[in-house]
């Protein structure tokens, strides 16, 4: 009788500390993990996740960059983490979604270990060569590519990534071949360009396209269905090569288990942050679409990117490593 009213107590005691846990959340440090080097546009995402989650809250929620293994690093990191709302994790198209497609073995399970909170960004990727590329236009470098068959490289920002199988569908569509180079992240793929390295590349807008506008390397097209609104005069790849579409996404995510009051908490928070003028307008100025869901709209939305890119993936030819 003792024993059991004891333990009832003792339940409903935890349940109370948990539930004012929840409400009082956050009371310390919260990382927000991105799986990729600095410098690129999982970074800045994650950089305007952070910055104004902190000045929201008054609690320091500051960036921790884990990349390798084309953001499957990081991911396994957030995995693994507690549940209790002080690890988030900047997933993109390519960790919870396309990863799982690639890569046998992966210490986690992108369904079962990850609580989705908000998509926060579509974004193109850029088409962009080095200058020293003679390509003008896209029909220029698919004549390009032909005559020089299996001699040019297309950089990425790893295995398995939207820049990666951007550049796989482009080959595919064209019937034409290159060599890849991955690096741990679109600024490693940069600079490797800038230094004279890589040829061209299918990589975010968001990163690229300051350079291009600087002349340091040269747009040529963008990979979404449509032009975007910072590049009017950009074509679409698919303006020349029909039915060419490919979109990247980076959206907020916790490990699974997070209490959902933690949740629905940080994803209210989320919405009005990539909702607000400041913010909208900085992205779109870079070519990002802010687009903030709810968690049942998000957990839907990255669902049915796995099976597109499934096909993509069994299209391709690629085999799990």
């Not at 910055?51 to 499957?72: C, D, K, W």
């Not at 590329?133 to 939207?162: H, M, Q, R």
């Not at 908490?265 to 307008?281: G, L």
């Not at 957990?299 to 069994?314: D, G, N």
Request: charged letters at 15%; aromatic letters at 8%.
């Amino acid at each position: 009788m003792y024993a059991l009213l004891a333990a009832a107590l003792a339940a409903g005691l935890a349940s109370a500390t948990a539930a004012h846990a929840q409400e009082t959340w956050p009371q310390r440090q919260v990382t927000v993990v991105v799986p990729f080097s600095a410098g690129g546009s999982a970074d800045l995402v994650g950089r305007i996740v952070a910055q104004n989650l902190q000045a929201r809250f008054g609690t320091p929620f500051v960036v921790e960059n884990r990349g390798g293994a084309g953001g499957s690093l990081g991911a396994a990191y957030v995995a693994k983490a507690p549940a209790d709302g002080y690890t988030l994790f900047i997933g993109t198209v390519s960790t919870n979604a396309i990863n799982p497609l690639l890569y046998a073995k992966l210490p986690f399970d992108v369904e079962r270990d990850f609580q989705p909170i908000s998509l926060l960004v579509q974004l193109p990727n850029l088409l962009f060569v080095n200058p020293r590329i003679p390509a003008k236009t896209v029909p220029e470098l698919i004549d390009y590519l032909n005559v020089n068959d299996g001699k040019v490289n297309f950089g990425s920002s790893g295995i398995g990534t939207s820049s990666h199988l951007s550049a796989v569908m482009f080959q595919m569509a064209t019937g034409t071949r290159m060599v890849h180079v991955p690096f741990r992240s679109t600024a490693e793929e940069l600079n490797s360009m800038l230094g004279g390295h890589v040829d061209l590349a299918f990589d975010s807008m968001t990163t690229a396209w300051p350079h291009a506008l600087s002349g340091a390397v040269r747009a040529l097209a963008v990979t979404t269905p449509k032009r975007n609104a910072a590049a009017p005069n950009l074509p679409t790849i698919g303006e020349s090569v029909k039915g060419y579409e490919a979109t990247g996404w980076q959206g907020l995510f916790a490990p699974a288990g997070t209490p959902r009051a933690i949740v629905d908490k940080v994803a209210a928070e989320v919405k009005q942050i990539f909702e607000s003028p400041d913010v909208a307008t900085a992205l779109r100025n870079v070519g990002a679409e802010p687009a903030p869901l709810t968690p049942e709209e998000f957990a839907a939305f990255a669902q049915a990117e796995r099976a597109k890119w499934r096909k993509v993936v069994e299209a391709s030819g690629l085999q799990p490593q």
